[in-house]
């Protein structure tokens, strides 16, 4: 099953005995009385409670003189990664630094290669192995290792236990298996499945999720049963995100990474490429005040007419106005003031009590988002100049914290 196929957002709900759903709803009320989320073992335990940015060493580069210091680390992909880290120990660089290995991007997993392994260094005609492939990633000086996992289209349980069953023999106690899955594995037909499934490997997991676009506006039931799946499935980071990497670090995630860049902030399905508008060259910008990325030549078009375009002090702007990030030449900056934007919510994420208070922080920030995208549509005299997205919108009429009762399409008003 491929990203493009429709599943039903209305499919029947499994009834679990009643016993079930008071053993989950008790564990979802202890999760709600942390104070953070729980520590996974081995070297994944320094993570906890991170946000981290996720982005290339060309990019990279370019943001480190900004990095703030509530970004709690650095996940690079691409073919300088290795420059990256070599780099950064050489300047003391004291948050933990990993490398994406980006299987997914190079084949889907399937039951009998569900890892993607690279040619040995001198071309010959075996590859390496996995373990190999991981002491790649140590020889880099990482601070936690991935595993090179396939693309997991939606359904496909063969290929997904088979890398599970991999991964639960592997030795030692830095690797985090990758799980870089369709966001169709989050409806109600498959996450039951998918809970049981990676709820049965120990090791911490670090999830992708794959759709074009923001992948969880596909589905209605997506933003519940991620939250669900956080819940139950062990320990779970949720990587290459947009602002999802807040949700689910309202609801039980020990870390998240948030993508540097419109093409790093989710995972494009395997066999597919990215849609994308080829004419309009200018870079996607995040609207602080209404949660939300928009395009520059989109901002400068519906501000246009206004009398004062909106303006953001953060560090990488410094009074600039969001209408003047118009040109591919403008991309580094967009990406310094987008980072900086979201960085500068950490602080108060991580300041609440319990993780029930950070759901609900998130859930009246969102819906303060939407009751201001009312009020700058009157400033700028457009009704429908600026659309909450349907993520959005979830995270706002949602209850703030998961029940084990809660229905997962009703009130929420996605697709």
């Not at 202890?30 to 989320?37: C, F, N, S």
């Not at 990676?198 to 506006?217: E, H, R």
């Not at 807040?246 to 066999?271: E, K, N, Q």
């Not at 009157?378 to 706002?396: K, S, V």
Request: hydrophobic letters at 40%; glycine letters at 8%; proline letters at 6%.
């Amino acid at each position: 099953m491929t990203d493009n196929t429709v599943v039903p957002d209305s499919l029947p709900e499994p009834r679990p005995s009643s016993d079930r759903i008071a053993e989950r709803e008790v564990a979802l009320r202890a999760l709600a009385g942390q104070t953070a989320p729980a520590k996974p073992a081995g070297a994944a335990g320094m993570l906890t409670d991170r946000i981290l940015l996720h982005t290339s060493w060309t990019i990279g580069r370019q943001l480190l003189p900004l990095l703030p210091s509530s970004v709690g680390g650095l996940v690079f992909r691409g073919s300088g990664a290795a420059t990256a880290i070599k780099h950064l120990r050489k300047t003391r660089f004291d948050r933990p630094i990993l490398i994406d290995p980006e299987g997914y991007t190079q084949a889907a997993a399937t039951e009998d290669i569900p890892f993607v392994l690279t040619s040995d260094d001198d071309g010959g005609m075996f590859g390496l192995t996995l373990e190999q492939e991981l002491q790649r990633q140590r020889d880099c000086d990482a601070d936690v290792i991935l595993t090179p996992t396939g693309y997991f289209y939606a359904g496909d349980s063969d290929a997904l236990r088979a890398a599970v069953d991999i991964a639960g023999q592997l030795e030692g106690d830095d690797v985090m298996f990758s799980a870089p899955l369709d966001v169709a594995w989050f409806t109600d037909e498959h996450i039951e499945h998918l809970i049981a499934v990676l709820a049965g490997l120990s090791m911490p997991k670090a999830v992708f999720l794959g759709g074009q676009f923001d992948p969880m506006q596909r589905y209605k039931a997506a933003v519940v049963n991620l939250r669900r799946f956080i819940a139950e499935a062990g320990d779970i980071a949720v990587f290459r995100t947009d602002l999802t990497g807040f949700d689910v670090m309202s609801h039980g995630a020990f870390a998240t990474s948030i993508g540097s860049g419109g093409s790093l902030r989710h995972m494009i399905p395997f066999g597919q490429f990215a849609r994308a508008n080829k004419d309009d060259t200018s870079p996607s910008v995040l609207f602080g005040d209404l949660m939300s990325f928009h395009k520059g030549s989109t901002l400068h078009t519906r501000f246009a007419d206004a009398i004062r375009p909106p303006i953001c002090d953060c560090p990488a702007c410094g009074g600039r106005a969001l209408t003047t990030f118009l040109d591919r030449a403008d991309s580094n900056l967009a990406h310094q003031h987008s980072m900086c934007t979201w960085a500068s919510w950490i602080e108060d994420l991580l300041n609440r009590r319990t993780l029930a208070d950070r759901a609900t922080w998130w859930r009246n920030r969102c819906a303060g988002a939407i009751t201001h995208t009312d009020v700058v549509n009157i400033q700028i005299n457009q009704p429908e100049g600026f659309t909450p997205p349907d993520t959005l919108r979830a995270w706002a009429e949602l209850p703030a914290w998961l029940s084990a009762t809660q229905p997962t399409t009703k009130r929420s008003r996605t697709r």
